[in-house]
């Protein structure tokens, strides 16, 4: 088998854990921030990228050399009772952004279409199950890495923005952080939108189902990084986009949806519309992803077997997760009067806070030789990995400080 066809063969855990991260919370996490804070901030992005590589590469990894998901990886290590613990976390976490996301999608299809969010979120939620339920394991990936290509229009919108280029470089290098502490909570919520605690379960959890091998590793290296290099690269058009138009102009926004609508008299329609229905297919992908990520956590957890092609009739139980954590979440954002959009935007600084608990247990089981074999961390893989850890830590402690100081 060539070079070629060893990638194509092992490609799409890395895609989709990355891609689905430009989920409707990442975009409007994002929006926020180019529309807030110009092109300030970028240097969060670059520096959250980087660590998507680093603990997705290690979720594969961990996932490959031990046939283990997180979750069952924990419930291995630690015991069932470590295991609820954290897949209860997991849960309310992974509602919280589901909840979004369906919110999200609501609001993309209201903009393009005009449809309410009681049409366009069954017709999701049911398009969605039928796809999981009813279709094989390769059907099911295909069909979620073609609807990654929907993110192309991010990049477009971003360029019809006529972003200023040196200050957009500069503003992924240069570290600077305005003063307040909302910039803090945003500089927050990028770290857990861009590094979420689903995205590595489900990264973990989808390469032990899709039985890759340890010889498979140096592929799914460079579809690891594919896919985090790809976050990145969105989530940036995404930031300039918003800075050259709306911090350009003082235009304040709530969501992402705000931020398409807004773009259309400094951008033109088109970047309204492409920004539009780069919202709508995120959404319609993370979906599928996060229930997905949730339900295999869950399996795990009561020690049940989650693999993707085997059909509701042989596994009721982790397709019935898949069906009621979607189900739960729709009906959530069909509620009169939920707040969508905090929502939307602090499930993410959860994400960061869940992050201190996952990262310190997945390095050290990628760096036990027993556990691991030949594919266990080396040193400098423990160093990149423990430097991440910090940088979490520092910016949630950071956060809550914030809080603290809000508070007082």
């Not at 976390?89 to 509602?95: E, G």
Request: aromatic fraction near 6%; hydrophobic fraction near 55%.
């Amino acid at each position: 088998m060539g070079p070629l066809a060893a990638l194509v063969a092992v490609i799409g855990p890395g895609l989709l854990a990355g891609l689905s991260d430009d989920d409707p919370p990442g975009i409007t996490t994002y929006s926020l921030l180019g529309a807030d804070y110009g092109y300030s901030l970028i240097w969060v992005l670059t520096l959250s990228t980087a660590a998507l590589i680093v603990f997705h590469e290690v979720a594969a990894r961990t996932g490959i050399a031990t046939g283990k998901g997180l979750v069952a990886l924990i419930r291995h290590a630690r015991g069932v009772k470590a295991s609820t613990t954290v897949v209860t976390a997991l849960l309310v976490a992974n509602l919280g952004t589901l909840a979004a996301e369906f919110a999200g999608l609501a609001a993309g299809a209201d903009l393009l279409t005009g449809a309410g969010r009681e049409i366009a979120v069954p017709i999701a939620a049911i398009a969605v199950i039928a796809l999981i339920t009813r279709g094989s394991f390769h059907r099911v990936e295909h069909i979620l890495l073609a609807l990654g290509s929907v993110f192309v229009a991010y990049i477009a919108a971003g360029v019809l923005a006529h972003p200023d280029w040196e200050a957009a470089a500069r503003g992924a290098v240069v570290p600077s952080l305005p003063g307040g502490s909302a910039a803090i909570v945003a500089v927050t919520a990028a770290i857990g939108t861009t590094l979420a605690p689903w995205g590595l379960a489900f990264m973990q959890s989808y390469a032990v189902d899709k039985r890759l091998r340890r010889s498979d590793l140096p592929m799914e290296r460079i579809d690891v990084t594919l896919g985090a290099a790809m976050t990145g690269v969105i989530g940036f058009f995404v930031i300039v986009a918003c800075a050259a138009t709306l911090h350009a102009s003082g235009r304040e926004i709530d969501d992402a949806a705000d931020a398409a609508s807004a773009l259309e008299p400094v951008a033109g329609s088109l970047a309204s519309s492409l920004f539009g229905i780069g919202f709508v297919g995120a959404a319609m992908l993370a979906i599928a992803v996060v229930p997905l990520s949730t339900a295999y956590s869950i399996a795990e957890a009561r020690g049940r077997p989650s693999v993707l092609d085997s059909g509701f009739r042989e596994e009721p139980f982790f397709y019935g997760c898949f069906v009621g954590v979607t189900a739960v979440a729709a009906a959530l954002v069909m509620i009169p009067g939920v707040p969508l959009v905090p929502l939307l935007y602090l499930s993410q600084v959860l994400n960061a806070l869940l992050l201190l608990a996952i990262l310190p247990f997945l390095r050290s089981a990628a760096a036990d030789h027993a556990l691991m074999g030949s594919s266990a961390l080396g040193s400098t893989g423990k160093a990149v990995t423990a430097v991440v850890i910090a940088a979490v830590a520092v910016s949630v402690f950071a956060l809550a400080a914030a809080a603290l100081g809000i508070l007082g």
